[in-house]
């Protein structure tokens, strides 16, 4: 059995800043994709970032409305992904969930994380 904690949402002002973090445990072999979506009131859940790895490079992906301003990254050593969010506008705001390709026992599976609010206000 797989878990993803996430942590760090909570209540900015317009061009603040917010990190997020989301730890995996359990058995796990390997993660081959971590992510972070998002969802606001009324709306479809969106992907906001990606980052796999591959050897010893990170390859990381990013929606057109977060590029220059989110940066993923993650700490293999301890299966953890970050989302350091800055210039935050309240389009921002939404639930945040992490996602994960994990390598465990019966094969790849994905998870979700239970999700932490982030409210950006004008």
């Known amino acids: 059995h797989v878990q993803l904690v996430e942590s760090g949402g909570g209540l900015v002002q317009a061009g603040g800043s917010l990190r997020l973090s989301c730890a995996a445990s359990?058995?796990?072999?390997?993660?081959?994709?971590m992510g972070w979506y998002r969802q606001a009131p009324g709306k479809q859940r969106e992907l906001v970032a990606t980052?796999?790895?591959?050897?010893?490079?990170?390859?990381?992906d990013y929606t057109d409305s977060v590029k220059g301003r989110f940066t993923i990254s993650r700490t293999n050593a301890v299966n953890t992904v970050y989302l350091q969010m800055n210039s935050l506008k309240p389009e921002d705001t939404a639930v945040y969930y992490c996602?994960?390709?994990?390598?465990?026992?019966?094969?790849?599976?994905?998870?979700w994380g239970q999700g932490t609010q982030v409210t950006v206000s004008s």
């Open positions: 359990g058995i796990i072999f390997s993660i081959n994709v």
């Open positions: 996602n994960a390709l994990v390598n465990t026992v019966g094969g790849l599976r994905p998870y």
């Open positions: 980052i796999r790895t591959a050897g010893s490079t990170n390859y990381t």
